[in-house]
């Protein structure tokens, strides 16, 4: 197996979900209804792994889909790839939903539990490296900050 193209280029489901994940940006933080773009499509809906809370969470976000979407949509497919990554992003907002309402069910919160929405692409992002560390239990990963290297 050639190990440059793993980082020569971006393989095609990873580059679209950046470049849908920052046209959405664009698109909340630009429009006049960017408020009812996000509202519309905050947790209840599929495209709230595209939403993010401004250019950070956007960029740090993305950066992770890069450095490990890259390898795992080679080894698994496009096609598997897009299907274990949407079903993490939905489900971390379908469980962030079922933790607000067992809070409000059970805890000690008012209904505003159940109103918070959920926007980012976290969820699928903590599926990717949960998928990374399963296939490559011996990767040694580069910390950004501080600069130390984990196995």
Do not use: D
């Not at 993010?52 to 450095?67: D, E, R, T």
């Not at 079903?87 to 069910?105: F, N, S």
């Amino acid at each position: 197996m050639n190990n440059s193209r793993y980082f020569s280029s971006t393989p095609p489901v990873v580059l679209n979900l950046i470049i849908i994940n920052a046209l959405m940006l664009l698109a909340t933080e630009l429009l006049p209804v960017g408020n009812r773009i996000v509202g519309a499509l905050a947790l209840f809906n599929v495209e709230s792994p595209f939403l993010h809370g401004g250019f950070s969470h956007l960029f740090f976000n993305m950066f992770a889909l890069w450095m490990f979407g890259r390898t795992l949509e080679y080894e698994l497919g496009s096609k598997r790839f897009l299907t274990y990554y949407m079903v993490c992003g939905v489900g971390a907002g379908v469980l962030q939903l079922l933790v607000g309402w067992l809070e409000y069910r059970y805890g000690n919160v008012g209904m505003m539990a159940l109103m918070v929405p959920t926007v980012g692409a976290s969820g699928a992002v903590f599926g990717l490296l949960l998928a990374f560390g399963v296939m490559h239990p011996n990767a040694v990963i580069m910390l950004l900050i501080p600069p130390i290297p984990m196995k």
